[in-house]
């Protein structure tokens, strides 16, 4: 039996929401709360931002044409763009990958001939070395061939002793699956086994020990006679994890901190204001308060800062005279922040966990033309991807906050 429907007939209702939002699992979104606060004219409309273009991910314009950002860094530095390959950006230029914006602190890699294993500073056991057999990450052909001659076949770098930790990184692949071991060999060795592919892929392996002066690829017998593997992007730096490749030839090449400023545009806030975006974090150092964001006010700043040493996210608010602030702490790599600012409150909300600290006094909470972000404050850098920076001259309520979130 066919049954068709007409525009006469009544059709049945489902009740999405009671109150406009969407509810629970199940219920037909008859439990939720409501999105009726929601002003999505102004959460979608650029005018109404404080900035003239209302993510960070349409900015992408180099500096010196008509981008709404000031990039700086005085040096080149790499990047995996969004179809994975290594890309090199010039002097001055933002670098934008699959996460958004790469942010980064400074670092040095100083392991030498980072792409030339066949080099004699590349100490090598029972493996004999081809130069520029593969096409590398980068596309070019660069990559290095290894092939294992005996039982205990590796190559390795001695460096060093770095100060605090160290991190080691390389890109590997094989024309078949295999094992292979990463060392960092000192008072204490570490070592990591992995599993190669016939994809390239970046692996890294740390260690606090500073007395670690040996950098090993292979070993433990994971290169076995006549095994083939091949390597490219030797990397050996102070850091809590790899940061972007820097290729070095004869000596060790330091990579220069990011800096990204934004201008106001004549757009003055006085009482309110919202920030809101997604980092994934890779500080670079465990110690420190790596800034997100810091913004001058008439007496002192408003802040929003990462502590690496436990994954907390701060927001303080300081007139001068003395500091407010509020911690929320995270487990994931990646956090969606929300910086809001009204009449009497400031407050912190990560991934929709949220936290309130009083404001100290009330002034005009803009002062200077360009608001840093990332790398404001000497050393207190942040490593880390930014995306869909949004910046509201208005304070998110709940309900707004709930809908920009994914």
Same mark, same amino acid.
């Given at each position: 039996?066919?049954?068709?429907?007409t525009?006469?007939?009544?059709?049945?209702?489902?009740?999405?929401?009671?109150? =406009?939002?969407?509810?629970?699992?199940?219920?037909?979104?008859?439990? =939720?709360? =409501?999105?009726?606060?929601?002003?999505?004219?102004?959460?979608? +409309?650029?005018?109404?931002?404080?900035?003239?273009?209302n993510?960070?991910?349409?900015?992408?314009?180099?500096?010196?044409?008509?981008?709404?950002?000031?990039?700086?860094?005085?040096s080149?530095?790499?990047?995996?763009?969004?179809?994975?390959?290594?890309?090199?950006?010039?002097?001055?230029t933002?670098?934008?990958?699959?996460? =958004?914006?790469?942010?980064?602190?400074?670092?040095?890699?100083?392991?030498?001939?980072?792409e030339?294993?066949? +080099?004699?500073?590349?100490?090598k056991?029972?493996?004999?070395?081809?130069?520029? #057999?593969?096409?590398?990450?980068?596309?070019?052909?660069?990559?290095?061939?290894?092939? *294992?001659?005996?039982?205990d076949?590796?190559? $390795?770098?001695?460096?060093?002793?770095?100060?605090?930790?160290?991190?080691?990184?390389?890109?590997l692949?094989?024309?078949?699956?295999?094992?292979?071991?990463?060392?960092?060999?000192?008072?204490?060795?570490?070592?990591?086994?992995?599993s190669? @592919?016939?994809?390239?892929?970046?692996?890294?392996?740390?260690?606090?020990?500073?007395? #670690? #002066?040996?950098?090993?690829? *292979? *070993?433990?017998?994971?290169?076995?006679?006549?095994?083939t593997?091949?390597?490219?992007?030797?990397?050996?730096?102070?850091?809590?994890?790899?940061?972007?490749?820097?290729?070095?030839?004869?000596?060790?090449?330091?990579?220069?901190?990011?800096?990204?400023l934004?201008?106001?545009?004549?757009?003055?806030?006085?009482?309110?204001?919202?920030?809101?975006?997604?980092?994934?974090?890779?500080?670079?150092?465990?110690?420190?308060?790596?800034?997100i964001?810091?913004?001058?006010?008439?007496? *002192?700043?408003?802040?929003?800062?990462?502590?690496?040493?436990?994954?907390?996210?701060?927001?303080?608010?300081?007139?001068?005279?003395?500091?407010?602030?509020? @911690?929320?702490?995270?487990?994931?790599?990646?956090?969606?922040?929300?910086?809001?600012?009204?009449?009497?409150?400031?407050?912190? +909300?990560?991934?929709?966990t949220?936290?309130?600290?009083?404001?100290?006094?009330?002034?005009?909470?803009l002062?200077?033309? #360009?608001?840093? $972000?990332?790398?404001?404050?000497?050393?207190?850098?942040?490593?880390?991807?930014?995306?869909?920076?949004?910046i509201?001259?208005?304070?998110?309520?709940?309900?707004?906050?709930?809908?920009?979130?994914?």
């Amino acid at each position: 039996m066919t049954t068709t429907a007409t525009a006469e007939d009544n059709a049945p209702k489902v009740l999405i929401s009671q109150s =406009g939002r969407k509810g629970d699992p199940g219920t037909d979104g008859t439990n =939720g709360d =409501g999105f009726n606060q929601v002003r999505k004219s102004l959460l979608d +409309n650029p005018l109404c931002h404080l900035f003239k273009t209302n993510k960070l991910v349409d900015t992408s314009a180099p500096t010196g044409t008509d981008s709404d950002i000031t990039f700086t860094r005085a040096s080149t530095a790499t990047y995996v763009d969004r179809y994975g390959i290594v890309k090199t950006a010039a002097v001055d230029t933002i670098r934008e990958e699959k996460d =958004g914006f790469l942010i980064e602190e400074a670092s040095t890699n100083v392991a030498t001939y980072s792409e030339q294993f066949d +080099n004699s500073v590349w100490g090598k056991n029972t493996v004999t070395v081809t130069a520029n #057999n593969v096409v590398a990450p980068d596309g070019t052909m660069t990559a290095d061939k290894l092939v *294992g001659t005996g039982a205990d076949s590796y190559i $390795f770098q001695s460096f060093a002793a770095i100060s605090i930790l160290s991190t080691a990184s390389i890109w590997l692949r094989a024309d078949t699956s295999k094992s292979c071991a990463l060392l960092l060999l000192g008072g204490v060795t570490q070592v990591k086994f992995i599993s190669l @592919t016939t994809e390239w892929q970046r692996f890294e392996i740390n260690s606090t020990d500073v007395s #670690n #002066n040996n950098f090993i690829i *292979g *070993g433990y017998n994971t290169i076995a006679l006549n095994e083939t593997i091949y390597a490219w992007g030797a990397q050996i730096e102070q850091s809590l994890a790899a940061t972007s490749y820097i290729p070095t030839v004869a000596t060790p090449v330091t990579r220069i901190a990011d800096r990204a400023l934004l201008p106001v545009l004549n757009n003055v806030v006085t009482k309110e204001l919202s920030i809101f975006g997604i980092i994934s974090n890779a500080s670079a150092t465990t110690t420190g308060n790596k800034f997100i964001f810091r913004m001058p006010v008439v007496a *002192g700043y408003l802040a929003l800062f990462h502590r690496p040493s436990n994954n907390g996210f701060n927001v303080r608010y300081d007139d001068g005279s003395a500091a407010v602030g509020r @911690t929320i702490y995270s487990t994931e790599n990646t956090a969606y922040f929300a910086l809001t600012v009204d009449e009497s409150n400031v407050k912190l +909300n990560i991934n929709g966990t949220e936290a309130t600290a009083t404001k100290l006094s009330d002034p005009s909470l803009l002062l200077a033309n #360009n608001v840093p $972000f990332f790398g404001s404050t000497g050393a207190a850098l942040l490593s880390g991807n930014i995306k869909d920076l949004r910046i509201y001259d208005f304070a998110l309520n709940a309900n707004e906050i709930e809908y920009l979130l994914p």
